[in-house]
């Protein structure tokens, strides 16, 4: 039996550099604009997951990810740096979940993918910073779960041993398999693509891609199965869709706003010598420095 | 009514300090849904650790005291919450956006089915109509957060699930004694009979805790750089200029990703929350992110070459121009005018 090792991850939009244009008149976000990127912490969870496969010839590493179609975008980016396998989870009934129902969903697909020894998860995706996906699968897999993963030290098909970054300092533990672990930032950054494998998996494709472009995808499906990109609706992970999306979310979005700031009667000053000096002698004078 | 929860956090001899803010918070909100504050403390010798937590208001106490509590690991600590709230069935739960309560939290949650929202930045209590079925709520808790990269404000609610649960960051929330002599009742969590081998896949192996080497949250000047300071070299400017005005360093999300500075100087929803005498604020665009951890500050200054930058419009002073040229001069100037 191989060492199968599940990576989670998910496409977001890259909201650490929103320009003005990725607001709307009414204060909503205008997702369109912002670039689709696989989340930066679950490459890190990838990069564990490939350094375990350098050191284990019996690892398979498969990426799991739930989203839109164009989602099969990080499969593909994780196929490139050496996963052996991804499945897209999409369907519109997930549409709205929050991370209960997420979970939910992920950890059906997961069970579909057993035995497996590790799951693997970023901490948090830059969208929604919640860090709750990854205990939130754990608990629904009965799985015991080791967050904020910096290095795996060890593992062995019956134990894996980590060391974990926490606010102020460090632990080493170690656990059981299987096991889910998170991964932060702070871990090794991913490797980059190897260029044979982004030859071999340059067409990697979903079913719903091969279509969207019209292709005879029979013959290369038949001769390099290997390009075939697995997509799961939710019959394929026989998931109650009574928890999913909005029904499955127990938490509601009661209001978005646009940020509007109280505007206070701000002084403005240049850079000239006069303002400054009669910034920092109103400061001293009012005692706030000094 | 059903009471309010606070998941008090022990940390090595003490309960940290994100906890108290939290005790104080959730006595306000207790008070105003006319409930008890309750809390619970998992770990190990805790004899006489409910002398401080009591005048926070805490009404009932449960403790579940026994070694393998300590050093916290996930699974023995959801265990026994998860028993306690399927007991005690709280309106409202909360935890410390901390390593352990971020860890924590979802785990339950998920354990309860019931929903959780992280880094919460205001609680308030307030009413709810659903549009589809037509019912109608009151008192739920609005947990107010910054999402989306801080770039938007949402307000979260949770109207058919219990507890409803939140985690909120250090320093979003004051710490007050309510009442010195306030006292609760301790009622001991049955340890023995709960917890089971099989709770325990996880074991420490070695641990090593620094004290905090900074402290930004009692630092009554704060400098705090962004994106826009541009280098790890050009923060050595800010570092002048807090030694000479005896503060400290912040910094905004960006700058730390950028790996300019530490991550425990990050000020904002997912760092610190600061009240300072003085921040200055430079090269700091002002995304909510990092204003929903500082708009409390007495005066801002901010610094920065765009003068749309949304930040000036919580600044006292907003200095247009570039930091390489204005720090050098607020150098001098402080130390001409201070001699």
């Given at each position: 039996?191989?060492?199968?090792?599940?990576?989670?991850?998910?496409?977001?939009?890259?909201?650490?550099?929103?320009?003005?244009?990725?607001?709307?008149?009414?204060?909503?976000?205008?997702?369109?604009?912002?670039?689709?990127?696989?989340?930066?912490?679950?490459?890190?969870?990838?990069?564990?997951?490939?350094?375990?496969?350098?050191?284990?010839?019996?690892?398979?590493?498969?990426?799991?990810?739930?989203?839109?179609?164009?989602?099969?975008?990080?499969?593909?980016?994780?196929?490139?740096?050496?996963?052996?396998?991804?499945?897209?989870?999409?369907?519109?009934?997930?549409?709205?979940?929050?991370?209960?129902?997420?979970?939910?969903?992920?950890?059906?697909?997961?069970?579909?993918?057993?035995?497996?020894?590790?799951?693997?998860?970023?901490?948090?995706?830059?969208?929604?910073?919640?860090?709750?996906?990854?205990?939130?699968?754990?608990?629904?897999?009965?799985?015991?779960?080791?967050?904020?993963?910096?290095?795996?030290?060890?593992?062995?098909?019956?134990?894996?041993?980590?060391?974990?970054?926490?606010?102020?300092?460090?632990?080493?533990?170690?656990?059981?398999?299987?096991?889910?672990?998170?991964?932060?930032?702070?871990?090794?950054?991913?490797?980059?693509?190897?260029?044979?494998?982004?030859?071999?998996?340059?067409?990697?494709?979903?079913?719903?891609?091969?279509?969207?472009?019209?292709?005879?995808?029979?013959?290369?499906?038949?001769?390099?199965?290997?390009?075939?990109?697995?997509?799961?609706?939710?019959?394929?992970?026989?998931?109650?869709?009574?928890?999913?999306?909005?029904?499955?979310?127990?938490?509601?979005?009661?209001?978005?706003?646009?940020?509007?700031?109280?505007?206070?009667?701000?002084?403005?000053?240049?850079?000239?010598?006069?303002?400054?000096?009669?910034?920092?002698?109103?400061?001293?004078?009012?005692?706030?420095?000094? | 009514?059903?009471?309010?929860?606070?998941?008090?956090?022990?940390?090595?001899?003490?309960?940290?300090?994100?906890?108290?803010?939290?005790?104080?918070?959730?006595?306000?909100?207790?008070?105003?849904?006319?409930?008890?504050?309750?809390?619970?403390?998992?770990?190990?010798?805790?004899?006489?650790?409910?002398?401080?937590?009591?005048?926070?208001?805490?009404?009932?106490?449960?403790?579940a005291?026994d070694?393998?509590?300590?050093?916290?690991?996930?699974?023995?600590?959801?265990?026994l919450?998860?028993d306690?709230?399927?007991?005690?069935?709280?309106?409202?739960?909360?935890?410390?956006?901390?390593?352990?309560?971020?860890?924590?939290?979802?785990?339950?949650?998920?354990?309860?089915?019931?929903?959780?929202?992280?880094?919460?930045?205001?609680?308030?209590?307030?009413?709810?109509?659903?549009?589809?079925?037509?019912?109608?709520?009151?008192?739920?808790?609005?947990?107010?957060?910054?999402?989306?990269?801080?770039?938007?404000?949402?307000?979260?609610?949770?109207?058919?699930?219990?507890?409803?649960?939140?985690?909120?960051?250090?320093?979003?929330?004051?710490?007050?004694?309510?009442?010195?002599?306030?006292?609760?009742?301790?009622?001991h969590i049955d340890v023995k009979e709960l917890l089971h081998?099989?709770?325990?896949?996880?074991?420490?192996?070695?641990?090593?805790?620094?004290?905090?080497?900074?402290?930004?949250?009692?630092?009554?000047?704060?400098?705090?750089?962004?994106?826009?300071?541009?280098?790890?070299?050009?923060?050595?400017?800010?570092?002048?200029?807090?030694?000479?005005?005896?503060?400290?360093?912040?910094?905004?999300?960006?700058?730390?990703?950028?790996?300019?500075?530490?991550?425990?100087?990050?000020?904002?929803?997912?760092?610190?929350?600061?009240?300072?005498?003085?921040?200055?604020?430079?090269?700091?665009?002002?995304?909510?992110?990092?204003?929903?951890?500082?708009?409390?500050?007495?005066?801002?200054?901010?610094?920065?070459?765009?003068?749309?930058?949304?930040?000036?419009?919580?600044?006292?002073?907003?200095?247009?121009?570039?930091?390489?040229?204005?720090?050098?001069?607020?150098?001098?100037?402080?130390?001409?005018?201070?001699?």
């Open positions: 039996m191989s060492f199968r090792i599940i990576v989670l991850a998910k496409q977001v939009p890259d909201t650490r550099n929103v320009g003005k244009d990725a607001m709307k008149a009414d204060g909503t976000v205008n997702r369109g604009v912002l670039p689709a990127i696989f989340n930066p912490e679950d490459l890190h969870a990838l990069e564990q997951a490939l350094r375990i496969k350098e050191q284990r010839s019996d690892a398979e590493i498969i990426l799991l990810t739930m989203g839109p179609p164009r989602a099969a975008e990080i499969i593909r980016e994780a196929l490139y740096r050496g996963a052996d396998k991804g499945y897209l989870i999409t369907d519109r009934k997930f549409a709205g979940s929050d991370t209960l129902a997420t979970s939910y969903a992920l950890s059906l697909a997961i069970k579909k993918l057993k035995p497996f020894h590790l799951v693997i998860a970023g901490r948090q995706a830059i969208d929604g910073d919640t860090a709750q996906v990854g205990p939130q699968v754990a608990d629904k897999l009965d799985l015991p779960q080791i967050t904020y993963t910096e290095e795996i030290t060890k593992a062995t098909t019956k134990e894996i041993t980590i060391r974990r970054r926490l606010e102020r300092g460090v632990e080493t533990v170690s656990c059981q398999l299987p096991a889910l672990i998170t991964v932060h930032s702070s871990a090794a950054s991913c490797r980059p693509r190897n260029a044979k494998l982004l030859m071999k998996f340059k067409h990697a494709r979903t079913v719903s891609e091969l279509q969207e472009e019209s292709k005879d995808y029979t013959e290369m499906l038949t001769s390099k199965p290997y390009l075939q990109i697995d997509e799961w609706s939710v019959a394929d992970i026989d998931a109650n869709t009574e928890f999913l999306g909005l029904s499955g979310s127990p938490t509601k979005v009661k209001k978005i706003e646009n940020v509007v700031f109280a505007a206070k009667e701000s002084v403005v000053l240049s850079s000239d010598d006069k303002d400054i000096e009669a910034l920092m002698k109103d400061l001293i004078d009012s005692h706030v420095i000094g | 009514m059903n009471n309010i929860f606070v998941y008090c956090e022990f940390d090595e001899d003490h309960i940290a300090d994100v906890s108290l803010e939290l005790l104080t918070k959730a006595r306000k909100l207790a008070n105003e849904l006319g409930c008890k504050l309750e809390a619970g403390i998992l770990g190990h010798n805790l004899k006489g650790i409910e002398k401080h937590v009591f005048p926070y208001g805490v009404d009932v106490l449960h403790l005291d070694k393998r509590l300590y050093p916290y690991t996930t699974l023995p600590h959801a265990h919450i998860i306690l709230f399927e007991k005690i069935k709280p309106e409202v739960a909360l935890f410390g956006a901390t390593s352990v309560g971020r860890d924590l939290a979802p785990r339950i949650a998920s354990k309860l089915k019931c929903g959780l929202t992280a880094d919460c930045t205001s609680l308030v209590f307030g009413d709810h109509k659903d549009n589809k079925s037509g019912k109608e709520y009151t008192n739920l808790l609005y947990q107010i957060r910054p999402a989306f990269g801080g770039n938007i404000i949402a307000t979260i609610i949770n109207p058919d699930t219990r507890p409803q649960m939140a985690t909120v960051r250090e320093g979003v929330m004051k710490k007050e004694f309510h009442s010195e002599s306030y006292k609760g009742t301790v009622k081998d099989d709770l325990f896949p996880v074991r420490v192996v070695e641990r090593h805790m620094e004290k905090r080497k900074v402290n930004i949250k009692g630092s009554p000047v704060i400098i705090s750089g962004g994106y826009g300071v541009g280098s790890k070299e050009n923060f050595d400017m800010l570092f002048e200029l807090a030694d000479i005005l005896g503060g400290e360093v912040g910094a905004s999300r960006a700058a730390v990703d950028a790996g300019f500075v530490d991550h425990e100087r990050q000020v904002g929803q997912t760092g610190i929350t600061v009240r300072p005498k003085l921040y200055i604020a430079c090269g700091i665009s002002g995304a909510v992110q990092h204003t929903a951890g500082m708009s409390e500050s007495a005066k801002i200054i901010a610094i920065n070459n765009d003068p749309k930058a949304p930040i000036n419009q919580i600044a006292d002073y907003s200095i247009i121009g570039n930091i390489e040229d204005i720090i050098p001069k607020m150098i001098k100037y402080y130390k001409k005018n201070t001699k």
